[in-house]
């Protein structure tokens, strides 16, 4: 006699990326569901949706443990990851599950390009994990994206270009370098997208970068509400420039660092210790628990039934100041929407930079200079010109 398990959808946790879903005039969020959708499979079966081959998503240990134990079954696919639980009518766990078990996966990123391409900052000041759960350890997510909230501007704190803040009461994005509110933002639609308030999970021991010169002494305050955990403070005549903060033995959780120094410097981040949960070589943990309190997140509801929750991590695309690199240059009619760089390098004869950034995709932008149409950059090769963000594209035989 067969024996049969039936299996059913536990959860799915979709990875979505702008670069690939984004067209110019068309902004994948701006979609209906339904035309969301139908972009997704139109890439999909063009073989033109390749993000999940750059990501490898893995349970830990205790993790894999639970899966066999509880008779879930975990794959990759190629839009993300899917869990399926067996199950009886209902539909209900086929094995009683305990509602604040967790499972954990660990995130790894496989090419350097997809940072590139990404909007994530590219210099943080410690070297900390996204974190995604649908747990309420972080605040403020809108189902179905598990990204924490944007965050109110911080005075002083330096937000690197592409940065999101609500800033004057809105949500917006630095466009360049900058640690003021007065200048160097615009206002963004809030896609709910990872951000730096998702990069929070650290060891109780990490590593931190003053990103700031002249900073002679400073004290890191570890603090839970208004309750000081612990303090660790650093000194040096010549400058501080890396520093190694050690809280041990703090307990696993959510906490404040506090950072005052010299100069004026002061600094306030959300950061999560576990040291069972940090992975070094990662690039985030994913982490879901069967039933937290907000019902919209829950796998499971309070009466014992599969929700078959359909999650999203939204990576948004980096925009950036685009820069040609001309080997071949005649005296080109005036574009005001660029500017020249100088000095030229050797062996070039004209560098130009937009005055705008564009959002790299993987859809073609119409960019011209003057009369002529402007090929896109890949988005692999990055750049800085002041404080600003670049992409490279070098042109050998194209003539202004």
Same mark, same amino acid.
């Given at each position: 006699?067969?024996?049969?398990? =039936? +299996?059913?959808?536990?959860?799915? @946790?979709?990875?979505?990326?702008?670069?690939?879903?984004?067209? !110019? &005039?068309?902004?994948?969020?701006?979609?209906?569901?339904?035309?969301?959708?139908?972009?997704?499979?139109?890439?999909?079966?063009?073989?033109?949706?390749?993000?999940?081959?750059?990501?490898?998503?893995?349970?830990?240990?205790?993790? !894999?443990?639970?899966?066999?134990?509880?008779?879930?079954?975990?794959?990759?696919?190629?839009?993300?990851?899917?869990?399926?639980?067996?199950?009886?009518?209902?539909?209900?766990?086929?094995?009683?599950?305990?509602?604040?078990?967790?499972?954990?996966?660990?995130?790894?990123?496989?090419?350097?390009?997809?940072?590139?391409?990404?909007?994530?900052?590219?210099?943080?000041?410690?070297?900390?994990?996204?974190?995604?759960?649908? %747990?309420?350890?972080? =605040?403020?997510?809108?189902?179905?994206?598990?990204?924490?909230?944007?965050?109110?501007?911080?005075?002083?704190?330096?937000? #690197?270009?592409? #940065?999101?803040?609500?800033?004057?009461?809105?949500?917006?994005?630095?466009?360049?370098?900058?640690?003021?509110?007065?200048?160097?933002? @615009?206002?963004?639609?809030?896609?709910?997208?990872?951000?730096?308030? %998702?990069?929070?999970?650290?060891?109780?021991?990490?590593? +931190?970068?003053? !990103?700031?010169?002249?900073?002679?002494?400073?004290?890191?305050?570890?603090?839970?509400?208004?309750?000081?955990?612990?303090?660790?403070?650093?000194?040096?005549? %010549?400058?501080?420039?890396?520093?190694?903060?050690?809280?041990?033995?703090?307990?696993?959780?959510?906490?404040?660092?506090?950072?005052?120094?010299?100069?004026? +410097?002061?600094?306030?981040? *959300?950061?999560?210790?576990?040291?069972?949960?940090?992975?070094?070589?990662?690039?985030?943990?994913?982490?879901? @628990?069967?039933?937290?309190?907000?019902?919209?997140?829950?796998?499971? %509801?309070? &009466?014992?039934?599969?929700?078959?929750?359909?999650?999203?991590?939204?990576? *948004?695309?980096?925009?950036?100041?685009?820069?040609?690199?001309?080997?071949?240059?005649?005296?080109?009619? @005036?574009?005001?929407?660029?500017?020249?760089?100088?000095?030229v390098p050797p062996g070039m004869k004209k560098v130009i930079i937009s005055k705008e950034p564009y959002t790299l995709m993987q859809a073609y932008r119409k960019v011209n200079y003057a009369t002529i149409s402007l090929p896109n950059p890949e988005g692999d090769l990055l750049s800085r010109q002041g404080d600003l963000i670049?992409? #490279?594209?070098?042109?050998?035989?194209?003539?202004?």
């Open positions: 006699m067969a024996f049969q398990i =039936t +299996y059913t959808r536990l959860a799915v @946790v979709n990875m979505l990326h702008n670069f690939y879903l984004d067209k !110019e &005039g068309s902004a994948y969020y701006s979609l209906s569901q339904d035309d969301q959708q139908l972009r997704l499979t139109d890439l999909l079966s063009d073989n033109r949706y390749d993000l999940m081959n750059n990501i490898l998503i893995t349970p830990f240990p205790a993790t !894999e443990k639970i899966l066999k134990g509880q008779k879930i079954v975990y794959r990759q696919t190629a839009t993300g990851i899917v869990l399926g639980i067996a199950s009886s009518p209902g539909p209900k766990p086929a094995i009683p599950i305990n509602a604040e078990l967790r499972l954990q996966f660990i995130i790894k990123l496989k090419q350097a390009a997809l940072i590139s391409r990404s909007n994530l900052r590219i210099n943080p000041v410690f070297p900390a994990c996204y974190y995604f759960t649908n %747990d309420n350890i972080t =605040t403020g997510k809108t189902f179905p994206s598990l990204s924490a909230s944007v965050k109110n501007f911080t005075d002083g704190r330096i937000y #690197e270009m592409g #940065e999101w803040a609500i800033v004057n009461g809105n949500v917006s994005q630095a466009i360049t370098r900058t640690s003021t509110a007065a200048t160097g933002w @615009v206002t963004t639609n809030d896609v709910h997208g990872i951000n730096e308030y %998702d990069r929070i999970l650290l060891p109780t021991k990490f590593s +931190y970068t003053f !990103e700031q010169a002249g900073i002679t002494q400073a004290t890191f305050k570890l603090m839970k509400g208004a309750v000081e955990i612990k303090n660790v403070s650093f000194n040096n005549a %010549d400058g501080l420039q890396n520093v190694t903060p050690d809280f041990t033995p703090a307990p696993d959780d959510v906490y404040t660092l506090v950072i005052t120094g010299s100069n004026n +410097y002061n600094r306030q981040y *959300t950061v999560y210790l576990n040291n069972q949960l940090y992975q070094r070589d990662a690039w985030g943990v994913l982490d879901l @628990v069967i039933q937290p309190a907000n019902p919209a997140f829950q796998l499971i %509801d309070a &009466g014992g039934l599969l929700t078959s929750p359909a999650f999203e991590l939204r990576f *948004t695309s980096r925009a950036t100041y685009w820069k040609y690199y001309l080997q071949k240059g005649d005296p080109p009619a @005036v574009d005001l929407n660029w500017n020249d760089v100088l000095p670049c992409s #490279e594209i070098l042109l050998p035989k194209l003539k202004l």
